[in-house]
């Protein structure tokens, strides 16, 4: 399980492609930090570090994970937001975070509000995902507020640290990112549908 805030952003520096499966090797602060079959959020994605290296660790995403989220649009040089797993006792300071991606979504603005910004993102809602307004989303494993929530559209607001300190600052529109619903939302919504 993690928060949504996120403790570093890394950079990606091998891709190898084997089979169906696409290992993703990282550099970043967190990475001498890590253990071979440790959790950890690459862009909100859960995956398991698999290999480790002096600087850098190695997760490795399967088919499912490549259709679901936008890790298979990585490139050597790309920035990834990366956050360890909860410790049991610690404060959940954003929400409950699975990292279970269900789904990308495309940036369609970016609105800079004055020491703010302001992302509109547009989703499949055929899919079933739904927002509310000031409920939470995950991007890119990143905890948002939900600030204006539509039938397959919502905006989040920005504040200057959230911006400095993840990978929100490269997404630009016509950009893909990573989307998981709150797991409440997804209970709820799923309970309603037997009914």
Request: hydrophobic share 35%.
């Amino acid at each position: 399980m993690f928060t949504g805030i996120i403790e570093t952003i890394g950079d990606v520096t091998h891709l190898r492609q084997e089979e169906d499966n696409f290992h993703i090797t990282v550099t970043s602060s967190l990475s001498d930090e890590l253990k071979i079959d440790q959790s950890v959020s690459h862009n909100g994605v859960c995956l398991t570090v698999v290999a480790l290296s002096p600087g850098e660790h190695t997760v490795t995403a399967i088919a499912e994970t490549l259709q679901k989220s936008n890790l298979g649009n990585l490139q050597v040089g790309s920035r990834i937001n990366l956050e360890r797993c909860t410790k049991v006792g610690d404060r959940l300071d954003g929400h409950i975070v699975q990292g279970h991606v269900d789904q990308v979504a495309q940036c369609v603005s970016v609105a800079d509000q004055r020491g703010s910004w302001l992302y509109t993102f547009q989703y499949d809602d055929a899919l079933g995902n739904i927002t509310v307004e000031k409920g939470s989303i995950t991007i890119n494993g990143i905890s948002l507020t939900v600030v204006d929530a539509q039938r397959s559209r919502f905006s989040v607001a920005i504040i200057p640290y959230t911006y400095e300190n993840t990978n929100l600052k490269w997404v630009n529109p016509g950009d893909t990112v990573n989307l998981e619903f709150d797991i409440i939302g997804k209970y709820v919504a799923r309970m309603m549908e037997l009914r």
